[in-house]
């Protein structure tokens, strides 16, 4: 349906509803038809601000929308509501600068100083009714309430003084008796677009019967935090307020600050309905069975989850219920550098029409992507609807996972390219969520850096880790699920001396376990970590399955692994305060 414009004697409202919807209203097909004549006569994208009277909408669905933004304080006279992505193209190329229309069809879009996540920035509103619950610290840093009403009250004054303002309903989850009702309020038609991809787009049923959002992010990342105000360290903030259920964004105009902020939202309200949140990616095989993939990045998380022979449910963010597993977003925000239609078909074809592109470079002329080019950032991104890939699972929700993955890529390159985890040590390892940098990545780094985040996500968290590692540990019990630890670094030797496993054998390991091959196989025990390690793989060199044996020096390399296991260690002490006895009884030993 055309946008619906109110009469020019009252202030200029545009609510840009779906397609597929229909006002609540009772107007005939007639009176329809001449409104559309009035809007594309009077062209929706004048926002002239009138003196007249106050706005008297036409139909209830505009009333409820007026009365919801102006319970909180917003008065602004255009409003774009779940807009189209043609529609919200047009305003984007049409007031954004740095917007533009690629090769393939996609929305280049500008992210302007931040191309990437402000984690030191964000802070959570320490209020009385759920500061007992917060793992409070370096992720989760506490806010006065004081201070995020000053936060609020500049986003809003400031969203106030735009000519238009982006209001999208979408979903969060894809299984309806969990799902979270999402409003975002925006600036900017790109931000409005990215979460069109981003969150799970309502049908016109739902969106009818949409009601009052769970939770509402205010977007005025245009507008910079007063740095003067307590709690701020720069003029960036990203502020949750859990028992407002708001979220604020100030001076950063990166996108996956509202994705990420989502996710941190679901990573609190789901444990507290029983509901385990996970930084994953899920994939289904024919049969129905369900896995799950956690890694932090470069260990081969999206990669190795791209399965052609198993349909994919999402690639980032999932919940666990007891129902099964379903994904969080109704999209995929995925990296571009580097991109190649070879190696990623599936994400390289998945850049056109209504897919945002951000931060990218691209020929002048032609207008066809450079993502080689870092000359903005390396974190180059595009967000598209899940849709866009062709083997995604629609409804995005499958059956309780058979197996868990923990990948990681070691770099100092002592661990097995695949182990047999037991409950103890799936908790204690999905606690670490380790991984390691290489020498080359950043200035200044010479020898593998080991790296640590808790549940592999742990910016995203706001429980103590123990919290879902105790769900996940439960879940698998019941559910009788595979769990697995498979290290996609480096065999032979630490980085520079040894060779990165080979991603054939990678994907050969996995197959291993998702067609039963690796139930019974036989295992030896894998020194101070107590891990079990099969002896044989398909497709797989039997000499790289017990890493001491690619060493030239096997000194060396115990010498190596002690150091592993000491980084391991003085990384869990941050945990031991609530960890399990199972738990800590897990933890690598010197031998």
Same mark, same amino acid.
């Given at each position: 349906?055309?946008?619906?414009?109110?009469?020019?004697?009252?202030?200029?409202?545009?609510?840009?509803k779906?397609r597929?919807?229909?006002?609540?209203?009772?107007?005939s097909?007639?009176?329809?038809?001449?409104?559309?004549s009035?809007?594309?006569?009077l062209r929706?994208?004048?926002?002239?601000?009138?003196s007249?009277?106050?706005?008297?909408?036409s139909?209830?669905?505009?009333a409820?929308?007026c009365?919801?933004?102006?319970?909180?304080?917003l008065?602004?006279?255009?409003?774009?509501?779940?807009?189209?992505?043609?529609?919200?193209?047009?305003?984007?190329?049409?007031?954004?600068?740095?917007?533009?229309?690629?090769s393939?069809?996609?929305?280049a879009?500008?992210?302007?100083?931040?191309?990437?996540r402000?984690?030191s920035?964000k802070?959570?509103?320490?209020?009385?009714?759920?500061?007992a619950?917060?793992w409070?610290?370096?992720?989760?840093?506490?806010?006065?309430?004081?201070?995020?009403?000053?936060?609020?009250?500049?986003?809003?004054?400031?969203l106030n003084?735009?000519?238009?303002?982006?209001?999208?309903?979408?979903?969060?989850?894809?299984?309806?008796?969990?799902r979270?009702?999402?409003?975002?309020?925006?600036?900017?038609a790109y931000?409005?677009?990215?979460?069109? &991809?981003?969150?799970?787009?309502?049908? !016109?049923?739902?969106?009818?019967?949409?009601? %009052?959002? *769970?939770?509402?992010i /205010? +977007? $005025?990342?245009?507008?910079?935090?007063?740095?003067?105000t307590?709690?701020?360290?720069?003029a960036?903030s990203v502020?949750i307020?859990?028992?407002r259920?708001?979220m604020?964004?100030?001076?950063?105009?990166?996108?996956?600050e509202?994705?990420?902020?989502?996710?941190?939202v679901?990573?609190?309200?789901?444990?507290?309905r029983?509901?385990l949140?996970?930084?994953s990616s899920?994939n289904?095989?024919?049969?129905?069975?369900v896995?799950?993939?956690?890694?932090?990045?470069?260990?081969?998380?999206t990669?190795?989850?791209?399965d052609?022979?198993?349909?994919?449910?999402?690639?980032?963010e999932?919940?666990?219920?007891d129902?099964?597993?379903? &994904?969080i977003?109704?999209?995929?925000? !995925?990296?571009?550098?580097?991109?190649?239609? %070879?190696? *990623?078909?599936?994400? /390289? +074809? $998945?850049?056109?029409?209504?897919?945002?592109?951000?931060?990218?470079?691209?020929?002048?002329?032609?207008?066809?992507?450079?993502?080689?080019?870092?000359?903005?950032?390396?974190?180059?991104?595009?967000?598209y609807p899940i849709s866009?890939?062709?083997n995604?699972?629609?409804p995005?929700?499958?059956g309780?996972?058979?197996?868990?993955?923990?990948l990681?890529?070691?770099?100092f390159?002592?661990?097995?390219?695949v182990?047999?985890?037991?409950?103890?040590?799936?908790?204690?390892?999905?606690?670490?969520?380790?991984?390691?940098?290489?020498?080359?990545?950043?200035?200044g780094?010479?020898?593998?850096v080991?790296t640590?985040?808790?549940?592999?996500g742990?910016?995203?968290?706001?429980?103590?880790?123990?919290?879902?590692?105790s769900?996940?540990? *439960?879940?698998?019990?019941?559910?009788?699920?595979?769990c697995?630890?498979i290290?996609?670094g480096?065999?032979?030797?630490?980085?520079?001396?040894?060779?990165?496993?080979?991603?054939?054998?990678s994907?050969a390991?996995?197959?291993?376990?998702?067609?039963?091959?690796l139930?019974?196989?036989?295992?030896?025990?894998?020194?101070?970590?107590?891990?079990?390690?099969?002896?044989?793989?398909?497709?797989?060199?039997?000499?790289?399955?017990?890493?001491?044996?690619?060493w030239?020096?096997?000194d060396?390399?115990d010498?190596?692994?002690?150091?592993?296991v000491?980084l391991?260690?003085?990384?869990?002490k941050?945990?031991?305060?609530?960890?399990?006895?199972?738990?800590?009884?897990?933890?690598p030993?010197?031998?």
């Amino acid at each position: 349906m055309p946008p619906v414009t109110m009469p020019a004697t009252a202030p200029n409202v545009v609510v840009n509803k779906r397609r597929d919807s229909s006002p609540r209203c009772s107007e005939s097909n007639e009176e329809r038809s001449a409104k559309r004549s009035v809007v594309d006569s009077l062209r929706p994208h004048d926002t002239t601000k009138h003196s007249q009277a106050p706005l008297q909408p036409s139909t209830d669905f505009e009333a409820d929308i007026c009365n919801n933004l102006s319970a909180t304080g917003l008065k602004s006279h255009s409003v774009v509501y779940n807009g189209s992505p043609a529609y919200l193209y047009e305003e984007a190329l049409r007031n954004e600068k740095g917007t533009h229309i690629t090769s393939t069809g996609a929305l280049a879009a500008y992210s302007g100083a931040k191309t990437g996540r402000s984690p030191s920035d964000k802070r959570i509103t320490d209020e009385y009714t759920t500061n007992a619950d917060v793992w409070w610290g370096p992720v989760n840093i506490a806010l006065a309430e004081s201070s995020f009403f000053i936060n609020r009250e500049r986003a809003i004054d400031y969203l106030n003084m735009r000519d238009r303002l982006y209001v999208f309903d979408g979903f969060a989850g894809w299984d309806p008796k969990y799902r979270m009702k999402v409003r975002v309020i925006c600036a900017r038609a790109y931000h409005a677009l990215f979460m069109n &991809n981003m969150l799970i787009r309502p049908t !016109a049923e739902e969106l009818e019967n949409y009601g %009052e959002p *769970e939770f509402t992010i /205010y +977007n $005025a990342g245009e507008f910079p935090a007063n740095r003067f105000t307590s709690g701020m360290t720069s003029a960036t903030s990203v502020s949750i307020n859990f028992q407002r259920r708001e979220m604020v964004i100030l001076g950063t105009e990166y996108a996956g600050e509202m994705k990420k902020g989502v996710f941190t939202v679901m990573h609190y309200y789901m444990p507290k309905r029983g509901v385990l949140s996970l930084h994953s990616s899920a994939n289904e095989g024919p049969a129905g069975d369900v896995s799950l993939f956690f890694g932090l990045s470069g260990t081969g998380k999206t990669s190795l989850s791209a399965d052609p022979a198993r349909n994919l449910i999402g690639d980032d963010e999932h919940c666990w219920s007891d129902d099964g597993v379903f &994904n969080i977003e109704g999209g995929c925000y !995925a990296k571009v550098i580097n991109l190649d239609a %070879e190696r *990623e078909p599936d994400i /390289y +074809n $998945a850049i056109r029409y209504g897919t945002v592109v951000e931060n990218v470079i691209f020929d002048s002329h032609t207008h066809a992507i450079d993502f080689d080019d870092v000359s903005i950032t390396e974190n180059t991104r595009a967000a598209y609807p899940i849709s866009y890939i062709s083997n995604a699972k629609l409804p995005c929700v499958g059956g309780h996972p058979k197996n868990i993955i923990l990948l990681t890529c070691d770099a100092f390159g002592v661990l097995p390219p695949v182990s047999r985890l037991s409950k103890a040590q799936l908790m204690y390892h999905f606690i670490s969520g380790y991984t390691a940098k290489v020498a080359g990545t950043e200035m200044g780094i010479t020898e593998p850096v080991a790296t640590f985040s808790a549940c592999f996500g742990a910016p995203f968290l706001v429980w103590h880790p123990q919290k879902y590692a105790s769900m996940l540990a *439960e879940k698998v019990e019941t559910h009788d699920a595979r769990c697995w630890l498979i290290n996609t670094g480096w065999t032979g030797g630490k980085h520079g001396v040894g060779s990165r496993i080979s991603i054939k054998y990678s994907r050969a390991i996995i197959d291993a376990i998702h067609n039963g091959e690796l139930d019974g196989a036989a295992f030896e025990r894998f020194q101070c970590f107590g891990l079990d390690i099969p002896t044989a793989v398909s497709g797989v060199p039997s000499e790289l399955l017990n890493p001491k044996t690619t060493w030239a020096s096997p000194d060396e390399y115990d010498a190596t692994l002690h150091k592993l296991v000491h980084l391991f260690n003085d990384n869990f002490k941050t945990f031991e305060d609530e960890a399990v006895e199972a738990v800590l009884a897990a933890a690598p030993r010197v031998e």
